[in-house]
Nanobody, 122 residues
Framework: QMQLVESGGGLVQAGGSLRLSCAAS????????MHWFRQYPGKEREFVAA????????YYADSVKGRFTISRDNAKNTAFLQMSSLKPEDTAVYYC???????????????WGQGTQVTVSS
């Protein structure tokens, strides 16, 4: 089993920034592509960003492209989501997730974190 623990969520004003962290343990972190998803109340989880095992390839949802940056530190078994120019519509619970190998997408996820709330006030 892999354990994923998110941190860094909170309340921020529109236009501000937050950095989410996802600390992994229990499996070889560098074998997994890392993802961030978010979920609005009553909605399905939606893809936000993903990064491959080495950190050389990234993917973003159109809604966050240019504002969010995904990264990872394999030496520290941690993934990050830097969120800038935040908007009220970014308010959601953000989940870290891991998929073995180079698979991308919600159907490929092997492990999920517990989620962290991000609230952007207008």
């Amino acid at each position: 089993q892999m354990q994923l623990v998110e941190s860094g969520g909170g309340l921020v004003q529109a236009g501000g920034s937050l950095r989410l962290s996802c600390a992994a343990s229990g499996r070889t972190f560098s074998n997994y592509g890392m993802h961030w998803f978010r979920q609005y109340p009553g909605k399905e989880r939606e893809f936000v960003a993903a990064i491959n095992q080495s950190g050389s390839i990234t993917y973003y949802a159109d809604s966050v492209k240019g504002r969010f940056t995904i990264s990872r530190d394999n030496a520290k078994n941690t993934a990050f989501l830097q969120m800038s120019s935040l908007k009220p519509e970014d308010t959601a619970v953000y989940y870290c997730a891991a998929a073995y190998g180079s698979r991308v997408g919600i159907r490929e996820i092997d492990y999920w974190g517990q989620g962290t709330q991000v609230t952007v006030s207008s």
